[in-house]
Protein backbone atom coordinates (compact mmCIF):
# COMPACT_ATOMS: atom_id res chain seq x y z
CA UNK A 1 0.00 0.00 0.00
CA UNK A 2 2.79 2.69 1.22
CA UNK A 3 5.06 1.96 -1.75
CA UNK A 4 1.63 1.48 -4.64
CA UNK A 5 1.27 5.23 -3.04
CA UNK A 6 4.49 6.28 -3.42
CA UNK A 7 5.04 5.29 -7.16
CA UNK A 8 1.13 6.22 -7.92
CA UNK A 9 2.12 10.18 -6.84
CA UNK A 10 5.48 10.02 -8.63
CA UNK A 11 3.69 9.12 -11.64
CA UNK A 12 1.31 11.51 -10.81
CA UNK A 13 4.02 14.38 -10.32
CA UNK A 14 5.74 13.52 -13.32
CA UNK A 15 2.89 13.78 -15.41
CA UNK A 16 2.10 17.42 -14.04
CA UNK A 17 5.59 18.27 -14.10
CA UNK A 18 5.77 18.69 -10.63
CA UNK A 19 9.83 17.81 -9.89
CA UNK A 20 9.51 18.16 -5.83
CA UNK A 21 6.90 16.18 -5.66
CA UNK A 22 8.28 13.78 -7.90
CA UNK A 23 11.63 13.33 -6.41
CA UNK A 24 9.89 13.36 -3.01
CA UNK A 25 7.68 10.07 -3.52
CA UNK A 26 10.79 8.50 -5.82
CA UNK A 27 12.64 9.13 -2.62
CA UNK A 28 10.11 7.73 -0.75
CA UNK A 29 9.46 4.17 -2.48
CA UNK A 30 13.55 4.10 -2.59
CA UNK A 31 14.45 4.53 0.81
CA UNK A 32 11.21 2.43 2.11
CA UNK A 33 13.08 -0.37 -0.14
CA UNK A 34 16.36 -0.36 1.04
CA UNK A 35 15.91 -2.00 4.54
CA UNK A 36 14.47 -4.95 3.17
CA UNK A 37 17.01 -5.69 0.81
CA UNK A 38 19.66 -4.46 2.90
CA UNK A 39 18.49 -6.81 5.25
CA UNK A 40 18.10 -9.99 2.88
CA UNK A 41 21.67 -9.16 1.35
CA UNK A 42 23.02 -9.41 5.09
CA UNK A 43 21.25 -12.63 6.01
CA UNK A 44 19.54 -10.48 8.78
CA UNK A 45 15.96 -11.87 9.66
CA UNK A 46 14.51 -8.47 10.56
CA UNK A 47 10.91 -9.10 12.41
CA UNK A 48 7.67 -7.75 10.71
CA UNK A 49 7.25 -5.54 13.23
CA UNK A 50 10.43 -3.57 12.89
CA UNK A 51 9.85 -3.70 9.29
CA UNK A 52 6.82 -2.04 9.64
CA UNK A 53 8.02 0.44 11.59
CA UNK A 54 10.41 1.57 9.81
CA UNK A 55 8.73 1.66 6.19
CA UNK A 56 5.58 3.49 8.27
CA UNK A 57 8.41 6.08 9.51
CA UNK A 58 9.82 6.70 6.03
CA UNK A 59 6.52 7.49 4.48
CA UNK A 60 5.13 9.11 7.39
CA UNK A 61 8.61 11.70 7.43
CA UNK A 62 8.62 11.90 3.60
CA UNK A 63 5.30 11.05 1.66
CA UNK A 64 2.94 12.43 4.69
CA UNK A 65 5.37 15.10 5.96
CA UNK A 66 6.27 16.66 2.82
CA UNK A 67 3.57 15.96 0.43
CA UNK A 68 0.77 15.81 2.54
CA UNK A 69 2.07 19.27 4.66
CA UNK A 70 1.54 17.56 7.62
CA UNK A 71 4.32 19.25 9.26
CA UNK A 72 2.19 22.60 8.42
CA UNK A 73 -1.13 21.04 9.47
CA UNK A 74 -0.25 19.31 12.60
CA UNK A 75 2.72 21.60 14.76
CA UNK A 76 3.40 18.36 16.62
CA UNK A 77 3.97 16.08 13.65
CA UNK A 78 7.48 16.80 13.45
CA UNK A 79 8.83 16.25 17.43
CA UNK A 80 6.84 12.93 17.26
CA UNK A 81 8.24 11.72 14.25
CA UNK A 82 12.02 13.21 15.71
CA UNK A 83 11.55 11.51 19.10
CA UNK A 84 10.13 7.84 17.59
CA UNK A 85 13.45 8.12 14.94
CA UNK A 86 16.25 8.41 18.10
CA UNK A 87 14.79 5.95 20.08
CA UNK A 88 14.66 3.54 16.88
CA UNK A 89 18.19 4.50 16.16
CA UNK A 90 18.98 3.96 20.11
CA UNK A 91 17.66 0.47 19.53
CA UNK A 92 19.93 -0.26 16.52
CA UNK A 93 22.90 1.05 17.89
CA UNK A 94 22.17 -1.23 21.11
CA UNK A 95 21.68 -4.35 18.83
CA UNK A 96 24.72 -3.54 16.59
CA UNK A 97 26.71 -3.19 19.44
CA UNK A 98 25.17 -6.19 21.49
CA UNK A 99 26.39 -8.48 18.21
CA UNK A 100 30.11 -7.49 19.14
CA UNK A 101 29.67 -9.71 22.31
CA UNK A 102 27.35 -12.38 20.56
CA UNK A 103 24.37 -11.69 23.04
CA UNK A 104 26.16 -12.56 26.19
CA UNK A 105 24.81 -9.48 28.35
CA UNK A 106 27.06 -10.79 31.38
CA UNK A 107 30.21 -10.22 29.29
CA UNK A 108 28.79 -6.63 28.08
CA UNK A 109 29.62 -4.00 30.07
CA UNK A 110 26.03 -2.02 30.45
CA UNK A 111 26.71 0.96 30.82
CA UNK A 112 29.33 1.80 27.72
CA UNK A 113 27.25 -0.34 25.49
CA UNK A 114 24.38 2.42 26.31
CA UNK A 115 26.40 4.89 26.22
CA UNK A 116 27.92 3.74 22.43
CA UNK A 117 23.78 3.26 21.71
CA UNK A 118 22.46 6.75 22.48
CA UNK A 119 25.87 8.09 20.62
CA UNK A 120 25.17 6.57 17.48
CA UNK A 121 20.88 7.75 17.69
CA UNK A 122 22.67 11.32 18.39
CA UNK A 123 24.81 11.46 15.37
CA UNK A 124 22.07 9.86 13.10
CA UNK A 125 19.93 12.25 14.23
CA UNK A 126 22.02 15.15 13.57
CA UNK A 127 23.16 13.32 9.70
CA UNK A 128 19.07 14.06 9.51
CA UNK A 129 19.51 17.77 9.97
CA UNK A 130 22.16 18.22 7.81
CA UNK A 131 20.05 16.74 5.38
CA UNK A 132 16.99 18.96 5.99
CA UNK A 133 19.31 21.91 5.32
CA UNK A 134 21.12 20.55 1.98
CA UNK A 135 17.63 19.69 0.55
CA UNK A 136 16.83 23.43 2.01
CA UNK A 137 19.29 24.59 0.11
CA UNK A 138 19.70 22.51 -3.11
CA UNK A 139 16.19 22.33 -4.09
CA UNK A 140 14.25 24.70 -2.18
CA UNK A 141 12.22 22.75 0.02
CA UNK A 142 11.49 23.99 3.53
CA UNK A 143 12.27 20.99 5.88
CA UNK A 144 14.00 23.12 8.62
CA UNK A 145 10.72 25.78 8.90
CA UNK A 146 11.62 28.22 11.11
CA UNK A 147 15.52 27.55 10.90
CA UNK A 148 17.74 27.28 13.83
CA UNK A 149 15.17 27.09 16.34
CA UNK A 150 13.25 24.06 14.60
CA UNK A 151 17.15 22.69 14.20
CA UNK A 152 18.21 22.85 17.98
CA UNK A 153 14.60 21.77 19.17
CA UNK A 154 15.04 18.16 17.00
CA UNK A 155 18.67 18.03 18.34
CA UNK A 156 17.19 18.55 21.53
CA UNK A 157 14.18 15.73 20.73
CA UNK A 158 16.85 13.84 19.60
CA UNK A 159 18.61 13.71 22.59
CA UNK A 160 15.60 12.69 24.89
CA UNK A 161 14.43 9.51 22.43
CA UNK A 162 18.33 8.37 22.19
CA UNK A 163 17.91 8.16 26.00
CA UNK A 164 14.83 6.67 25.85
CA UNK A 165 16.02 4.16 23.18
CA UNK A 166 19.53 3.08 24.99
CA UNK A 167 17.50 3.20 28.39
CA UNK A 168 15.75 0.14 27.07
CA UNK A 169 18.76 -1.90 26.13
CA UNK A 170 19.83 -1.33 29.81
CA UNK A 171 16.72 -2.97 30.72
CA UNK A 172 17.09 -5.61 28.91
CA UNK A 173 20.54 -6.25 29.59
CA UNK A 174 19.17 -6.50 33.25
CA UNK A 175 17.20 -8.64 32.33
CA UNK A 176 13.79 -6.80 31.73
CA UNK A 177 13.39 -8.48 28.52
CA UNK A 178 9.16 -7.67 28.37
CA UNK A 179 9.63 -3.77 29.56
CA UNK A 180 8.22 -2.26 26.28
CA UNK A 181 11.24 -1.48 23.66
CA UNK A 182 13.30 -3.94 25.22
CA UNK A 183 10.47 -6.75 24.44
CA UNK A 184 11.66 -5.61 20.72
CA UNK A 185 15.15 -6.13 21.32
CA UNK A 186 14.28 -9.53 22.69
CA UNK A 187 12.37 -10.48 19.73
CA UNK A 188 15.00 -9.45 17.64
CA UNK A 189 17.55 -11.43 18.94
CA UNK A 190 15.28 -14.52 19.30
CA UNK A 191 15.04 -13.81 15.44
CA UNK A 192 18.92 -13.90 14.63
CA UNK A 193 20.03 -16.50 16.66
CA UNK A 194 23.82 -16.60 14.86
CA UNK A 195 24.36 -13.24 15.77
CA UNK A 196 23.72 -13.96 19.40
CA UNK A 197 25.10 -17.17 19.82
CA UNK A 198 26.29 -16.49 23.46
CA UNK A 199 23.05 -15.13 24.64
CA UNK A 200 21.98 -16.72 28.06
CA UNK A 201 18.62 -17.02 29.99
CA UNK A 202 19.66 -17.10 33.44
CA UNK A 203 19.88 -14.84 36.65
CA UNK A 204 23.37 -12.64 36.84
CA UNK A 205 25.73 -14.33 39.23
CA UNK A 206 28.65 -11.81 41.32
CA UNK A 207 31.76 -12.13 39.35
CA UNK A 208 33.40 -14.47 42.01
CA UNK A 209 30.95 -17.31 41.26
CA UNK A 210 31.49 -16.95 37.27
CA UNK A 211 35.00 -16.90 38.04
CA UNK A 212 34.59 -20.45 39.91
CA UNK A 213 32.55 -21.38 37.22
CA UNK A 214 34.53 -24.17 34.50
CA UNK A 215 34.56 -22.80 31.20
CA UNK A 216 31.34 -24.06 29.03
CA UNK A 217 34.01 -25.58 26.21
CA UNK A 218 35.51 -27.66 28.60
CA UNK A 219 38.67 -26.16 28.19
CA UNK A 220 40.79 -23.79 30.72
Request: contains cysteine; aromatic residues 16%; charged residues 15%.
Amino acid sequence: MIWGASLGTCLFALYEANWPLAFVSLATFGLSVVPVVAARYAGIAVPRSFMAGIILFIFSTLFLGEVMDFYNRLWWWDMVLHGVSAIGFGVIGFVAMFMLFQGDRFAAPHLALCFFAMCCAIAMGTVWEIFEFAMDRLFGFDMQKSGLMDTMGDLIINVIGALIGSGAGYLYLRGAEKALIAAMISEFVRHNPRFFGRARHRAPTTRMEDDRRPPEDGRM
